[in-house]
């Protein structure tokens, strides 16, 4: 089967969910942040400070052109991923998309968590009201490339590893629905 590609925007529980869909579908993850860190041995940070913005999204589009040819995987993009060149349509081509979509005061939450800041240098040092600007901001902006996604899908529920495991089985069945739709064509 073709890939299925999560996207949204940081916080909405793409590598979360991801893991749980994965086994569930007894399908491979790939989360592509993560890939590109192991491929060139560098911290996305890192890798921003080194080739700049646009370097560093020739890098993320040379990478996710590879992984379109994968079969039985789940990927989870990083957050800009649908926002740059022609990825959104590269990705839709390929295989699946689901745009996984919270409601801003949950991502908010999600997002104050130390936990969640550490690993988020771009919103380390930010206070709430920055935080909440920044995270409204970026939304808006990225909003109409996450929408040309396949499926929507809320992920509110994922707080816990129960939820979790229940989202990922409504989202397996979603899945499920739309290939055989697609098979029946």
């Given amino acids: 089967m073709k890939p299925i590609f999560l996207i949204g925007y940081m916080g909405s529980g793409k590598t979360t969910l991801g893991r749980v869909l994965s086994r569930q579908l007894d399908y491979d993850f790939i989360d592509l942040d993560l890939f590109i860190e192991n491929r060139y041995h560098k911290s996305i940070k890192e890798l921003f400070a080194e080739h700049g913005d646009n370097g560093f999204r020739e ?15 789940i990927i989870a993009c990083g957050g800009g991923t649908p926002c740059f060149f022609d990825n959104m349509e590269l990705m839709n081509t390929h295989g699946l998309t689901v745009y996984l979509h919270i409601p801003i005061e949950r991502l908010f939450k999600r997002l104050t968590k130390p936990s969640a800041k550490a690993k988020r240098p771009v919103i380390a040092n930010k206070s709430d009201d ?13 909003e109409m490339h996450y929408k040309k996604a396949v499926i929507y899908f809320d992920t509110t529920n994922i707080e816990t590893a129960a939820e979790t495991e229940v989202t990922a089985a409504h989202l397996k069945n979603a899945i499920d629905k739309y290939w055989e739709k697609e098979d029946g064509k």
């Fill in 130 to 142: 920055e935080l909440m600007d920044f995270i409204r901001k970026n939304l808006e902006a990225r």
């Fill in 59 to 73: 890098i993320e589009r040379r990478i996710l052109r590879e992984v379109c040819d994968f079969e039985n995987t």
